[in-house]
């Protein structure tokens, strides 16, 4: 018999179909499907919600679909949950790393409870906490780290066993900026050394500099996938946005720039822009041409907000609201 | 099917027990190291028990009536060292709720290791917490005129008082799973505890508590498990008068495997939920 995983190509993750439903209609996935390739990234972006951490939780063994099939690293993980574990790491939404325990500790006692020996489990711990930087605070308990020391304790404990496949489950949230670029530059380097890995995020700006490809999930369903400028294509580029006085006055210019497909919503105009900086000067022609002056003028890249918007036709947080509970 | 692996994780399956134990220890030595970073807790746990028996012996003590000729604070100590390990044993859960709160749970069921390692190694520590804790109230006792007759029965008796907070500590367990957070584990250790201890043998004769309560009192677990440490440590010297009042007219022997009975019961049933449980956070 083949050995599993080594030696076999094809995807390091697959997930076929994945539906969980909890309690009687919670429907948390609505079958989900996604694949990643050996040595690439795949961000899994959503909205609060959508079915990232339990897509993540089917896959790391965490939790039972209703149905559907997960493959990790060639090892079925309905099968053999047991087998997938040894080949996985999770940093899941919380930094779950023991805050009364030092930063060699909690690595010391993972690589324990991954059975390596005593002193190869210290050899790792000081390994990671140098390659993270840690060294420094290695001595200390967790709970007088940062969150952004925190999160890379949580993401070296992921890495103790080097596991093939990663997964990191909304890894910046709750970061200031300063830590998340820190942290970004953590994850490049270790996808730079081959980790294959599946990150979930609700920002696209860190799904567009981590991720090779990017699924689109909501209400328990992959919407779009692709790769980041594939996904920025269908959304048409940047946007011009002008702020007005009054509605009835945005309405005014949304008229004016109707051949360029202006939309309005309130007192803002929205104006696609496709060739950039041009749509921006002939906006302010407009504009100037009418005698009217604006309250705001922004020309911005498209947010999350807009692949939404585009893709299911209602903001992310309006369609939240508007969910019944 | 082959379960070797191209990483650097070992462990084949033939192994698995050695492993498990492997597991608990370094759970066990992980939950002892956050108990002593924790002295407040700590401090609380010791505190408790001394402050019961200095107001027992000294405050009420005097009081208490129907003792059949036996030195109060002989008849306390036992009674307190029970109480004692029951709020010890809610330890347990409290932290086991902490870990799931905390996401730590989760992390340990990603990793490779022995399933039964969560609970033998949090089971484990507590239990030696809780012996500490019953080291220090004996010393406490003596200092107040705690004299065992039996020191071979006295040592039984602590074996059986740990054996049953184990017990117990697993009806904890199930409680931090179910409701997963540290606070309410805390809020429900006191109304189980309370009336267990107060409605029991513990501080007071049961023969001079209202008849409608006796029954109750007489036969409930904890009562049964004093009456047992009680009978050991009195040894021989119980005489027939205070083993039929005090002791409910059982022998050491009886009182000894009633307690076990009771014992065993509470770990099945407790032990195979808390699996049950466990298992259940995966669906």
């Known amino acids: 018999m083949a050995q599993p995983g080594a030696g076999t190509t094809g995807p390091a993750v697959v997930a076929e179909d994945l539906r969980k439903t909890f309690g009687k209609d919670v429907k948390a996935l609505e079958g989900v499907s996604l694949e990643v390739q050996p040595g690439t990234v795949l961000g899994l972006l959503g909205p609060n919600g959508a079915g990232k951490t339990t897509t993540v ?35 899941g939404q919380y930094a779950a790393v023991d805050e009364m325990l030092t930063g ?64 990191l489950d909304e890894p910046t949230t709750g970061l200031d900026p300063r830590s998340r670029i820190g942290l970004w530059g953590v994850i490049e380097q270790l996808v730079r050394d081959g980790t294959t890995l599946l990150l979930t995020t609700q920002y696209l700006e860190e799904a567009d ?56 919503e309130d007192d803002l105009v929205r104006v696609p822009a496709p060739d950039g900086t041009r749509t921006l000067a002939d906006v302010v022609r407009t504009l100037d041409g009418a005698g009217i002056t604006a309250r705001g003028l922004a020309s911005r890249e498209p947010s999350l907000d807009d692949v939404f918007l585009s893709l299911t036709g209602q903001a992310p947080d309006a369609d939240q609201q508007e969910q019944p509970a | 099917m082959s379960t070797t692996t191209s990483t650097s994780k070992a462990g084949g399956s033939g192994s698995s027990l050695v492993w498990a134990l492997k597991d608990t220890q370094a759970m066990a030595t992980r939950n002892l190291r956050r108990l002593m970073r924790q002295p407040e807790q700590v401090v609380f746990n010791l505190v408790s028990p001394l402050m019961f028996v200095l107001l027992f012996r000294y405050v009420f003590g005097g009081a208490i009536q129907g003792l059949e000729g036996i030195n109060y604070v002989n008849y306390l100590i036992p009674g307190i060292a029970v109480q004692t390990v029951l709020f010890s044993a809610g330890v ?42 019953l080291l220090v109230l004996l010393a406490t006792g003596f200092a ?25 500590s697993l009806g904890y367990a199930l409680i931090g799973l179910t409701v997963r957070s540290a606070e309410a584990v805390n809020a429900a250790t006191f109304p189980i505890i309370f009336p267990l201890t107060f409605a029991s043998s513990a501080f007071v004769p049961v023969a001079t508590m209202p008849d409608w309560l006796q029954g109750f009192a007489t036969h409930q677990p904890v009562s049964v498990v004093i009456n047992a440490a009680r009978s050991l440590i009195l040894g021989d010297s119980a005489t027939a008068a205070q083993r039929e009042v005090l002791l409910g007219g059982s022998d050491t022997t009886s009182l000894v495997l009633q307690s076990l009975a009771w014992t065993l019961g509470i770990a099945v049933i407790f032990g195979l939920l808390c699996t049950r449980k466990y298992r259940a956070l995966g669906r």
């Open chain 1, 104 to 167: 060699t500790e909690n690595l010391e006692l993972v690589g324990r409870l991954n059975h390596m020996a005593t002193k190869d489990a210290r050899t790792r711990a000081t390994e990671l906490l140098d390659q993270f930087e840690l060294s420094d605070a290695a001595g200390r308990p967790a709970k007088t780290y940062s969150g952004g020391m925190r999160r890379r304790l949580d993401l070296a404990a992921a890495l103790v066993a080097r596991p093939p496949v990663l997964f």
């Open chain 2, 92 to 133: 347990t859960g409290f932290a086991l709720a902490d870990d799931m709160q905390k996401g730590f749970v989760d992390r340990l069921r990603s990793l490779p290791m022995s399933r039964s390692a969560v609970f033998g190694g949090r089971v484990y520590a507590d239990s030696i917490n809780n012996a500490v804790g």
């Open chain 1, 57 to 91: 939780n089917v896959l790391t063994t965490l939790l039972r679909p209703d149905s559907g099939r997960a493959v990790v690293a060639g090892v079925d993980v309905l099968a053999d949950p047991a087998e997938a574990r040894r080949r996985i790491g999770l940093a």
């Open chain 1, 209 to 264: 500099r981590l991720a090779d490809r990017i699924s689109v999930i909501d209400h328990g369903r992959v919407i779009a996938e692709g790769t980041s400028s594939e996904l920025k294509a269908t959304l048409g580029a940047a946007v011009v946005e002008v702020r007005l006085d009054s509605p009835e006055e945005a309405t005014r210019v949304q008229q004016l720039l109707a051949e360029r497909e202006a939309t309005v």
């Open chain 2, 144 to 168: 107040v005129g705690f004299r065992p007759e039996n020191f071979l029965g006295l040592l039984l008796a602590c074996v059986l008082l740990l054996v049953f907070a184990l017990a117990v």
